[in-house]
């Protein structure tokens, strides 16, 4: 009795729809990416007062948009929107 076996290929087929599949999987993430730092941008455009009702700074957004082209701001502002809501609840 085997607890790991290898997975079998069931047509020769397998390894390029794989590639296939996984190149829109990543072509569709750096879309989304694309799409979240236009979203962030769009963000620094409103007036403090809404930011500050959102829980955010306008250097939040900065610091977030100064991070590598890949990663998506949107992630961070929003830990950093959270972490701050639950630091005045206390």
């Known amino acids: 009795m085997t607890i790991i076996s290898k997975p079998r290929l069931g047509t020769p087929l397998a390894h390029p729809l794989q590639a296939i599949r996984l190149s829109l999987v990543a072509a569709r ?51 950093t929107a959270a972490r701050r809501r639950n630091s005045d609840a206390c």
């Open 29 to 79: 993430a750096i879309v989304k990416t694309i799409a979240n730092r236009r979203k962030a941008r769009a963000l620094g455009e409103m007036p403090d007062y809404m930011l500050k009702d959102i829980g955010l700074r306008r250097d939040d957004i900065y610091e977030a948009l100064q991070g590598d082209w890949r990663a998506d701001p949107t992630y961070r502002l929003a830990i």
